[in-house]
């Protein structure tokens, strides 16, 4: 069945240092992909996305790894700042219900001064 | 431009009472969706709407759960006769077809 987890639950960084968050996916259907971030209160914010097609997407200060052999995603962050602390979600869905996301549990990442 | 607007963002409920969340959807947006989550979990897939229709409300509770997406005004989540299993931050998210969701910051519902 379909299933997004989360490798690590939580990730404590450095600030300054690189983090890196990663993803596993079941569903060999999916073929779109999105991290959310998530700061407790608010919804999750959308970070990047990458579809199958690509094997690297960058962003500000973010890149989205995604190694599709072994259905896994990855998101790293450069020059991790406080401000990065929060909950990071994968996402994903496949084009043929492109509507209905998929969540993992989330990676909770801390940045230490 | 006004993100997605969800409103209350605080609910308490009596078990037995109904509760109604509504979503804004961001301006120009067609595609409504509806998540729970519960504390520590991802967010779980409930329904999908586009205006006066429901597309998919295959993650939806068979009983006291609807939603609806009316042509004037915004999306209603009604959850009737609340129980304290029902406790959870709900969230809604919208976009314009074929691209990524962006969501509201969520009404966290309590059932005493």
């Known amino acids: 069945g379909e299933s997004v987890g989360l490798h690590l639950p939580t990730l404590s960084v450095q600030e300054g240092d690189n983090s890196i968050i990663n993803c596993a996916y079941s569903?060999?259907?999916?073929?779109?992909f999105i991290w959310y971030k998530q700061e407790s209160g608010k919804g999750p914010q959308f970070i990047i996305d990458?579809?199958?097609?690509?094997d690297k997407r960058q962003g500000q200060r973010v890149t989205v790894l995604l190694n599709k052999t072994v259905k896994h995603l990855s998101l790293q962050i450069a020059a991790t700042q406080p401000g990065d602390s929060a909950v990071y979600f994968c996402?994903?869905?496949?084009?043929?219900?492109?509507?209905?996301?998929?969540f993992g549990a989330g990676t909770t990442v801390t940045v230490r001064a | 431009n006004a993100g997605v607007m969800q409103n209350p963002r605080h609910l308490v409920r009596r078990r037995g009472q109904e509760a109604r969340l509504r979503c804004s959807p961001m301006?120009?947006?067609?595609?409504v969706y509806w998540y729970r989550q519960l504390p520590e979990e991802g967010l779980k897939f409930m329904v999908y709407?586009?205006?006066?229709?429901?597309?998919?409300e295959s993650g939806m509770p068979k009983e006291r759960f609807s939603a609806e997406f009316p042509k004037e005004g915004p999306s209603i989540l009604r959850i009737q006769q609340v129980v304290r299993g029902d406790s959870a931050a709900y969230f809604c998210?919208?976009?314009?077809?074929?691209?990524?969701?962006?969501f509201g910051d969520g009404t966290r519902l309590s059932i005493l």
């Open positions: 998210a919208s976009s314009p077809p074929g691209e990524p969701q962006h």
């Open positions: 569903n060999s259907a999916s073929d779109y």
């Open positions: 996402a994903e869905n496949a084009r043929s219900n492109d509507y209905k996301l998929s």
């Open positions: 990458i579809r199958s097609n690509m």
């Open positions: 301006k120009g947006h067609s595609h």
């Open positions: 709407l586009q205006k006066e229709n429901i597309i998919d």
